[in-house]
């Protein structure tokens, strides 16, 4: 059975940090492009970060850019998202995307809120 879970939400207050999982089962990982996304109330999901198959390319959206990681380890068939100096605009539904082509999974999605 095809999983992508992530973990690692909750409350957190401005200028803290957090991190992500995303484990994946079911399928080959390894052969995955991986992207974080996430969505706050009332606003269209946005792309966070994207990762390529060995990790050697990464792109981060320009406002999380020196702020957030992200990485991923295939052996375990996990991603991470490494969250630093969170900002209550970081408030948002975060999701785990793996794409082959045209095949998709995402993950149920994790609840961050920055907040003081």
């Known amino acids: 059975q095809v999983r992508l879970v992530e973990s690692g939400g909750g409350l957190v207050q401005p200028g803290g940090s957090m991190r992500l999982s995303c484990a994946a089962s079911?399928?080959?990982?390894?052969?995955?492009?991986l992207s974080w996304y996430r969505q706050a109330p009332e606003k269209e999901r946005e792309l966070v970060a994207a990762?390529?198959?060995?990790?050697?390319?990464?792109k981060l959206a320009d406002s999380v850019k020196g702020r957030f990681t992200v990485s991923r380890d295939n052996a375990k068939s996990t991603a991470y998202l490494q969250m630093n100096s969170l900002k209550p605009e970081d408030t948002a539904v975060y999701y785990c995307?793996?794409?082959?082509?045209?095949?998709?999974?995402w993950g149920q999605g994790t609840q961050v809120t920055v907040s003081s």
């Open positions: 079911g399928f080959a990982f390894s052969v995955y492009g």
């Open positions: 990762i390529t198959l060995s990790g050697g390319t990464k």
């Open positions: 995307k793996a794409a082959l082509g045209t095949t998709i999974y």
